[in-house]
Nanobody
Framework: QAQVKESGGDLVQAGGSLRLSCTASGFAFDGASMAWFRQAPGKERDWVSCIDRDGDRTAYADSVKGRFTVSRDNAKNTVYLQMNNLKPEDTAMYYC??????????????????WGEGTQVTISS
């Protein structure tokens, strides 16, 4: 059974850092593009970042560019999201998603095959 599971969410002060992890199982992780999305209360789910299957190409939403870094370790079936200089507007549930058999950096929610249940990130001002 294919599964992705996020961890690392927490309550931190503005200006702080967090690293989210997403561990996958049940599918060929090294053949999948991975992405992070987030959803704040009362808002739609937004794309945050993606990384291609080899980890060579990444992309970021403008709102997080320069502050967030996505990476992956195919040997550990894990993708990471390092978040620095966090702002109150980064408060959201963060979701990891996998687009299997997609070699490029997939940024569309409709391209995703598997989703995690999310991890909560709360930034206090």
């Amino acid at each position: 059974q294919a599964q992705v599971k996020e961890s690392g969410g927490d309550l931190v002060q503005a200006g702080g850092s967090l690293r989210l992890s997403c561990t996958a199982s049940g599918f060929a992780f090294d053949g999948a593009s991975m992405a992070w999305f987030r959803q704040a209360p009362g808002k739609e789910r937004d794309w945050v970042s993606c990384i291609d299957r080899d980890g060579d190409r990444t992309a970021y939403a403008d709102s997080v560019k320069g502050r967030f870094t996505v990476s992956r370790d195919n040997a550990k079936n894990t993708v990471y999201l390092q978040m620095n200089n966090l702002k109150p507007e980064d408060t959201a549930m963060y979701y990891c998603a996998a687009a299997t058999d997609v070699p490029y950096c997939a940024a569309s929610a409709t391209s995703m095959d598997f989703w995690g249940e999310g991890t909560q990130v709360t930034i206090s001002s």
